[in-house]
Structures are given as C-alpha cells and as structure tokens.
C-alpha cells in the first residue's frame, strides 16, 4: 500500500502535465506568444535573480530593460536580416543554371567517366520544378510583395513583435507569484516529492535549455566569423542560421553546408572557397562535439541525438512550431517522470518478489 502511495503522486503529475501540454497545443497559434514569453522568462530569471540581489536593481526596472531589448531584436530581424537573405535567394536562383553546368562539367563528367555511368542534371526539368513552385514560394518569403497576399500573415508577426515582449515583461517581474500560484494546488500530503520531482525537472530542463542556446550563440558567432574569412557572400547570414540550428543534431549543420555550398557554387570562382567552406564547418563540428556542446551541456537532457531528433520531427509533424516549442520540454519532463517510476518500480514487491 505503502508502494501505491508513492506512486500515485508521479502518475497523477504525469497525467496533469499532458493534459495542460494537450490544452495548450489544442488551442495552436493563439499561445504562441505567451509560450514562447514564459520559454524567454524561464530562461533569463536566474540571471535577473542574480543581478537584482547583487546590485539591488528592482525587478521591475530589470523586466523592462530586458523586454526593450528583445522587442529590439524582434524588430531587427524583419527590418536587416530578412531583406539580405531574400536578396541572397534570388541570387541563387538566378545563378542556378551556372551551377548545374559547373556540376554537370566538373563533378558529374568525372564521375561518369571513372564508373561509366550516365549522371547529370537536367536544366529544363530544374527549371519547370522551380516555375512550378516559384508562385508559393514567392508570396510566402517576398516581404515587398502587396500586403493583401499575406496580410494574415503580417498582421500576426506584429503582434508577436508587440506582445511578446509585453508578457515577457509581466511574466519575469511576477515569476515567483506564478510559481506560487500552481504550487498551492500540489496536494499538502504530496507536496515533498512533488517539490522533488519539479526540482528534478528544473534541473534538467534549465540546464539543458540554458546550456543549448549559449551553444548556439558561441557557434553562429565562430560560423560567422569563418565564412567571412573565407569570404562567403552573406557569410554573416549563413553562418547566424547555422548557429541557429545546432540544436538540431546533424540536421541544423547539415543545412548550414548545403546552404553554403550552395551560394559558393553560384558565385564561383575558384575552388579555394569551396575547400575553405568544408573546413570551416569539418572544424565547427569538431569544435561542437568535442568541446563546446559537453561542456555546456553534455549529456543533461538524457536524450541521445536521433530521440532529439525524433521528438523534434514527431511534435513537429503532428502539432506545428507548437509542437517544437513544446518538444524538448516535455521530453524532459517524461524522463525525469519515467525516472522516478522505473525507481518505485525496482524497489516494489512485485519486482523484488522471488517465485
């Protein structure tokens, strides 16, 4: 009876946190802001905490600064980094036939001669492919088209520019009457080990989140860095995106590659920025694996990089960017959960009971 005491608390904190987690993705884009403000303000309050205790500035003064600056970043985005990337694919594009003669002459010829097979691309098939799709894809990313294509679309990252910040500003300045808040519905005969389990799940979930987006920033400034040496035409946006999705095991550098060879292909002059991209990210992803991401984060979420993919990828296909917010969080939570049970479950009578 004793066992069934201690367990039931864990499955009851398992049931409440997919049943808020399926409430919040039922109800999709509405929350997008106020989940990824609360996301923000988990993040930065230890800091805020810090700095508030050290130099007695008020939290409120701290709420705002903090608010002012993301609001800053937001708008950053739509007005310097979007304008230049769109500007970069339209010269992919144009460049496009180029870069399937130069692979059809340099790459695939040889190929075709050493192993006698008959490779190569098609520009008129390449060409109806794009021509096909160039519509959509045009109106999805082209921010100087007329607004009434995409007015929807404007007018919801708008208000995700405005109210954003503004939650984030009142969630970091109430964050403790937040937590006290959902802590008074935590049973008083539970509370102990509910307090542990959610300190268990803090641990793990701040660690890894706080350690993954300080990963980033260090490698989309070492990215950054790299490719404008080796003078990559918008090194600086290439390499802030691949920094961006290193959270992504394999596929975020995976992408950041593509990507560049793809602009050092349509630009092309010599091979010596092709050979400079490819050792510019075989030493990022050393410099990753072996240094950067163990040190900041090792292995503090317990998932190895095919399950962060896979939740990714799973999240991502069955609730939208919902889904991807919520994936890693409530991957960490399931374990820490999981944890615990498998714990109650080896110390139980009816594991340890002999026939």
């Known amino acids: 009876m004793q066992q069934d005491l201690k367990i039931k608390p864990i499955i009851s904190t398992l049931i409440l946190i997919i049943g808020i987690f399926s409430v919040i993705i039922m109800l999709g884009k509405v929350l997008i802001p106020f989940l990824i403000a609360l996301i923000l303000s988990y993040i930065v309050n230890p800091f805020v905490e810090k700095i508030q205790n050290k130099f007695k500035i008020k939290r409120s003064i701290l709420s705002f600064i903090i608010a002012i600056l993301v609001f800053l970043l937001f708008v950053s985005i739509p007005i310097f980094i979007l304008p230049d990337a769109l500007i970069q694919i339209k010269f992919i594009i144009k460049e496009i036939p180029s870069l399937i003669h130069l692979i059809n002459d340099k790459l695939l010829l040889n190929i075709n001669g050493k192993y006698g097979t008959n490779f190569t691309l098609d520009y008129d098939n390449v060409k109806a492919l794009l021509v096909s799709n160039i519509g959509t894809?045009?109106?999805?990313?082209?921010?100087?088209?007329?607004?009434?294509?995409?007015?929807?679309?404007?007018?919801?990252?708008?208000?995700?520019?405005?109210?954003?910040?503004?939650?984030?500003?009142?969630?970091?300045?109430?964050?403790?009457?937040?937590?006290?808040?959902?802590?008074?519905?935590?049973?008083?005969?539970?509370?102990?080990?509910?307090?542990?389990?959610?300190?268990?799940?803090?641990?793990?979930?701040?660690?890894?989140?706080?350690?993954?987006?300080?990963?980033?920033?260090?490698?989309?400034?070492?990215?950054?860095?790299?490719?404008?040496?080796?003078?990559?035409?918008?090194?600086?946006?290439?390499?802030?995106?691949?920094?961006?999705?290193?959270?992504?095991?394999?596929?975020?550098?995976?992408?950041?590659?593509?990507?560049?060879?793809?602009?050092?292909?349509?630009?092309?002059?010599?091979?010596?920025?092709?050979?400079?991209?490819?050792?510019?990210?075989?030493?990022?992803?050393?410099?990753?694996?072996?240094?950067?991401?163990?040190?900041?984060?090792g292995g503090k979420i317990g998932l190895n990089p095919i399950m962060i993919i896979f939740a990714l990828m799973v999240f991502g296909k069955l609730f939208g960017f919902i889904g991807v917010l919520l994936a890693l969080p409530l991957s960490t939570i399931t374990i820490v959960l999981l944890r615990y049970i498998k714990l109650y479950y080896l110390k139980s009578n009816y594991y340890n009971e002999e026939s």
């Open 137 to 297: 894809l045009y109106n999805h990313v082209n921010l100087f088209s007329p607004i009434a294509h995409n007015s929807i679309i404007f007018i919801e990252i708008i208000v995700y520019i405005v109210l954003i910040p503004f939650i984030l500003f009142y969630s970091i300045n109430n964050w403790q009457n937040i937590l006290k808040f959902f802590d008074e519905f935590i049973p008083k005969r539970y509370s102990e080990l509910v307090r542990h389990l959610i300190k268990d799940i803090d641990t793990l979930l701040a660690a890894y989140l706080r350690g993954q987006i300080s990963v980033m920033l260090i490698m989309a400034i070492y990215y950054m860095i790299g490719l404008n040496i080796i003078g990559l035409k918008s090194a600086t946006i290439i390499g802030l995106i691949t920094g961006l999705l290193v959270f992504i095991p394999y596929l975020g550098i995976m992408t950041g590659l593509l990507i560049s060879l793809a602009v050092g292909f349509a630009g092309f002059t010599s091979m010596n920025v092709i050979i400079g991209i490819l050792i510019v990210f075989i030493a990022g992803h050393s410099l990753e694996g072996a240094l950067v991401t163990p040190f900041l984060v």
